[in-house]
Nanobody, 117 residues
């Protein structure tokens, strides 16, 4: 069992930056997929960024060029660097780790990001 704890959320003005962190209680090296999703009030959760096999990245169209996902295996931490934030980015952000061919699929508790206009 791995516990994930997100941090780094907060209130920022439009155009600002935040870096979210997702600290795992154990090694993350075995996880094939590491991702950030978000859920705004009244909306469905959506995938924001995904890192597959440590090298392949995918981003939601609306965040391409502004957000960057990365991992630090030595620190057992996943990051999401968010630049040029927009009010539409306001949501609770969740990290998610998945190991293929296993039942390992973990979610964090979420961190609130609020972007003021």
């Amino acid at each position: 069992q791995v516990r994930l704890v997100e941090s780094g959320g907060g209130l920022v003005p439009a155009g600002g930056s935040l870096r979210l962190s997702c600290a795992a209680s154990g090694s993350i090296a075995r996880f094939n997929v590491m991702a950030w999703s978000r859920q705004a009030p009244g909306k469905q959760r959506e995938l924001v960024a995904r890192l597959t096999s440590g090298t392949t990245t995918n981003y939601l169209d609306s965040v391409k060029g502004r957000f960057t996902i990365s991992r630090d295996n030595a620190k057992n931490t996943l990051y999401l660097q968010m630049n040029s934030l927009e009010p539409e980015d306001t949501a609770v952000y969740y990290c998610n780790l998945i190991r293929w061919f296993s039942t390992e699929n973990y979610w964090g508790q979420g961190t609130q990001v609020t972007v003021s206009s």
